[in-house]
Structure formats: structure tokens, C-alpha cells
């Protein structure tokens, strides 16, 4: 099997929304307007006990959206959100058994890295396309940009403390393709159905990390 481009996978979304999904009656309505604002990559974490049923209505009721899965911890989960119409797979961090289950199941997959040591040990498994993840406590944009000049090929997607105000810190270094994080979707907008601003939201976000990329 060739290696999947997992960023290709998540079409070339600059931004993830991270989401933490309490109501499946949500699912639809904040999928759609992120969808609307131009972001098409999602992430649901498997936080809360309707994760699946969110990832199942999101891959039912809308077909623009690129539905993935945070929070994979175990290899097991591999095939029940793989049955849940998930299309990518995000891991804080990694284990072998982990990059097996992605491996086995063809799952484009993105687990986490933050040392030189654990980027080593993902390139060792076939992985170079990684979280970075808590990136705020980890060095940040200072240690990704440290990383580029010893990991060619390697590329990131730092979540942890990334938002609006620091975007460009990251987006700007070479070997950061994507951010995430939780920013775009609270769990306030969502209990009060605010689809509109969320759509304003993820709009705004699209537009700034598509003119840092374009800069
Ligand atoms: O649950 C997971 O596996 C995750 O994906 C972790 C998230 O990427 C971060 O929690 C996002 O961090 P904030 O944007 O700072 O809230």
C-alpha cells in the first residue's frame, strides 16, 4: 500500500475545527455551517459519549464534509469509527500498536509528536505527517521551526492554545500545513444555536490562514 498524504486527505484544509459535541441534534447544524463558512476538515472528539452518533449523523447528512476523529487512543476504536463514517483519525500522541490499527484500517491518521525523539520514532513507523499537540506547552512555533530545519518532509498540524492571534506564527513556518483547535465552535454557541456566527467564525478563520499561506 502507498503512503496516504494525509493532509491531501483533509482537502487541503488550513484550519480544523476541533469539536467537542455534548447534543448529537447539533451534529448536523454546526456541520453544515462550518461547511458554509469553507471549512470542510472536522474533527469530532471522541470527548463526549455521543461522539459516534455525531460522527454517524455528520457522515449521513452531510456529504461536503470531511469527518475525522480526535482523541484516539486505542487501537480498537480504529474499526468503530471507521464503521461511524469517520475519513481520518487524530491521536494525541502514538504507540506502534496505534500507526498498526491506522495501517490496517487504510485510515489516513494523524497522531501527535512533540520531541525530536517521538518525531524520530513516527518516522521510524512510516509516519511523517503528525499533531503537534499540546503545541502552547511545547515550545510552540519556536520548536516547529526548530524541527524544520532537522525533520525535511516531516510536516505538523499544531492544536493546544492555537488561535485567531497567533495562526500566522505557525502557518507561516514551512512544515506546518494545517492548525486546529477549539476556538471555532463553543459549546455556548452551539446550546444556543448560533450556526450563523459559527459560519462567520470559520469564514474568518479560512480567510486569514489562506492569506498567510498565500504570503
Ligand atoms: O482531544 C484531542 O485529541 C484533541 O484533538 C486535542 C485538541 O486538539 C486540543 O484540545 C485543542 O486545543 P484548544 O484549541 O487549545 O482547545
Request: proline fraction near 6%; glycine fraction near 10%; charge should be negative.
Amino acid at each position: 500500500m502507498s503512503k496516504i498524504d494525509v493532509f491531501a486527505a483533509l482537502g487541503g484544509n488550513p484550519v480544523i475545527p476541533v469539536l467537542v459535541v455534548e447534543d448529537v441534534a447539533h451534529a448536523v447544524p454546526m456541520a453544515k455551517a462550518l461547511v458554509a463558512g469553507g471549512l470542510t476538515a472536522l474533527e469530532v472528539t471522541l470527548r463526549t459519549d455521543c461522539a459516534l452518533s455525531v460522527i454517524e449523523r455528520i457522515a449521513n447528512e452531510v456529504p461536503e464534509a470531511i469527518i475525522g476523529v480526535g482523541t484516539v487512543t486505542r487501537p480498537e476504536q480504529f474499526d468503530e469509527v471507521k464503521k461511524a463514517g469517520a475519513q481520518f483519525v487524530v491521536s494525541p500522541g502514538l504507540t506502534p500498536t496505534l500507526a498498526q490499527a491506522a495501517l490496517d484500517n487504510e485510515m489516513p491518521y494523524l497522531p501527535g509528536a512533540v520531541t525530536a525523539s517521538e518525531v524520530i520514532r513516527a518516522m521510524e513507523l512510516g509516519i511523517t505527517d503528525l499533531k503537534f499537540f499540546p503545541a502552547g506547552t511545547s515550545g510552540g512555533a519556536a520548536a516547529l521551526k526548530g524541527f524544520s530545519t532537522v525533520f525535511a518532509g516531516v510536516r505538523f498540524c499544531p492544536t493546544g492554545g492555537v488561535k485567531p492571534g497567533n495562526m500566522a506564527d505557525y502557518l507561516s513556518l514551512p512544515n506546518v500545513v494545517t492548525v486546529g483547535g477549539t476556538w471555532l465552535v463553543t459549546s455556548e454557541m452551539m446550546n444556543n444555536g448560533e450556526w450563523s456566527e459559527i459560519t462567520r467564525i470559520a469564514a474568518e478563520a479560512r480567510a486569514q490562514a489562506d492569506g498567510i499561506l498565500a504570503s
